[in-house]
C-alpha cells in the first residue's frame, strides 16, 4: 500500500486530494489549518495519518497539542518520533490506544544512516514501545547506506518501514515494498515532495509494478 503525503498545499487542495487516494499522510508540520479544518481532513472513512516532524516537543507545544487534536478529530494513525521525551510519548501512545488509534514509533536521521548494529539496536528500541509500525528514515549517501537499509529485511522485523532520503535512497523505497513493508510514502508530484527525493505516486505504482 502507498499512503500519500501531503503538505505545502492550501486546505481546498488537500482535501480535493485525499478524496482521491485510499492513504493519506497529514504533514501537520507543513501545514497551518485550523481545528476545524483538520476535523474535516481527519474525520473521514479512509485511512489518515497525523505527523508532526519535530526534533523536540513538550506537552505545551503546539506539536503535542495537534496530535492529540488528531486523534480527538478522527485520525487512524499517528507517528511518534522515538527521540522525543520518553513521557510525551508514553502520553501520546497511551491516548493513542485509548481511542483505537494505530502508531508508528520512527526513527529519523536526516544527516546519515548509522552502521547497521546502531540500526538494529534503534528498532528494538522502537520495538520497546507499544507501537504497531516501526520506520526507519535516514539519508543515504553511498550506495553502502542503501544496502545496510536494505538488509535489515533480512532480521524479519515485524511491520518494519525503511525510508532511503536522498537520491540514492530512492532504490531503498522500492526495495522494501517487496521486502515485506506494510506500506511506504509518496508525494502527489514531483513539485510536492514532503521528504528528499520522494517519489511521486504515478511513478512509485509504476515501478512497484515492474518489480
Same mark, same amino acid.
Not at 6 to 27: P, V
Not at 55 to 62: A, G, V
Given at each position: 500500500?502507498?499512503?500519500?503525503?501531503?503538505?505545502?498545499?492550501?486546505?481546498?487542495?488537500?482535501?480535493?486530494?485525499?478524496?482521491?487516494?485510499?492513504?493519506?499522510?497529514?504533514?501537520?508540520?507543513?501545514?497551518?489549518?485550523?481545528?476545524?479544518?483538520?476535523?474535516?481532513?481527519?474525520?473521514?472513512?479512509?485511512?489518515?495519518?497525523?505527523?508532526?516532524?519535530?526534533?523536540?516537543?513538550?506537552?505545551?507545544?503546539?506539536?503535542?497539542?495537534?496530535?492529540?487534536?488528531?486523534?480527538?478529530?478522527?485520525?487512524?494513525?499517528?507517528?511518534?518520533?522515538?527521540?522525543?521525551?520518553?513521557?510525551?510519548? /508514553? =502520553?501520546? *501512545?497511551?491516548?493513542?490506544? !485509548?481511542?483505537? #488509534? +494505530?502508531?508508528?514509533?520512527?526513527?529519523? @536521521?536526516?544527516?546519515?544512516?548509522?552502521?547497521?548494529?546502531?540500526? /538494529? =539496536?534503534? *528498532?528494538?528500541?522502537?520495538? !520497546?514501545?507499544? #507501537? +504497531?509500525?516501526?520506520?526507519?528514515?535516514? @539519508?543515504?549517501?553511498?550506495?553502502?547506506?542503501?544496502?545496510?537499509?536494505?538488509?535489515?529485511?533480512?532480521?524479519?522485523?515485524?511491520?518494519?518501514?525503511?525510508?532511503?532520503?536522498?537520491?540514492?535512497?530512492?532504490?531503498?523505497?522500492?526495495?522494501?515494498?517487496?521486502?515485506?513493508?506494510?506500506?511506504?510514502?509518496?508525494?502527489?508530484?514531483?513539485?510536492?515532495?514532503?521528504?528528499?527525493?520522494?517519489?511521486?505516486?504515478?511513478?512509485?505504482?509504476?515501478?512497484?509494478?515492474?518489480?
Amino acid at each position: 500500500m502507498i499512503c500519500i503525503s501531503i503538505g505545502h498545499q492550501d486546505f481546498e487542495t488537500c482535501n480535493s486530494l485525499i478524496e482521491k487516494y485510499e492513504f493519506a499522510e497529514i504533514r501537520l508540520d507543513l501545514c497551518n489549518f485550523s481545528k476545524k479544518q483538520n476535523q474535516q481532513l481527519f474525520n473521514r472513512s479512509k485511512k489518515m495519518l497525523a505527523t508532526y516532524l519535530v526534533d523536540i516537543i513538550t506537552f505545551e507545544s503546539k506539536a503535542f497539542t495537534e496530535l492529540i487534536d488528531a486523534i480527538d478529530l478522527g485520525a487512524s494513525m499517528i507517528d511518534i518520533n522515538i527521540r522525543w521525551d520518553m513521557q510525551v510519548i /508514553k =502520553e501520546l *501512545i497511551y491516548y493513542a490506544r !485509548k481511542n483505537s #488509534v +494505530d502508531i508508528i514509533g520512527s526513527y529519523h @536521521n536526516f544527516e546519515m544512516t548509522p552502521s547497521k548494529y546502531e540500526l /538494529k =539496536e534503534i *528498532i528494538e528500541n522502537i520495538e !520497546k514501545y507499544d #507501537v +504497531d509500525y516501526k520506520k526507519v528514515a535516514t @539519508n543515504v549517501c553511498s550506495v553502502r547506506d542503501s544496502a545496510k537499509l536494505i538488509s535489515l529485511y533480512d532480521s524479519n522485523y515485524h511491520n518494519l518501514i525503511v525510508i532511503g532520503l536522498g537520491e540514492l535512497g530512492r532504490i531503498v523505497r522500492l526495495a522494501s515494498m517487496k521486502l515485506g513493508a506494510p506500506f511506504t510514502f509518496a508525494s502527489i508530484d514531483d513539485k510536492h515532495q514532503t521528504a528528499s527525493n520522494q517519489i511521486n505516486y504515478n511513478d512509485l505504482t509504476t515501478m512497484l509494478n515492474l518489480l
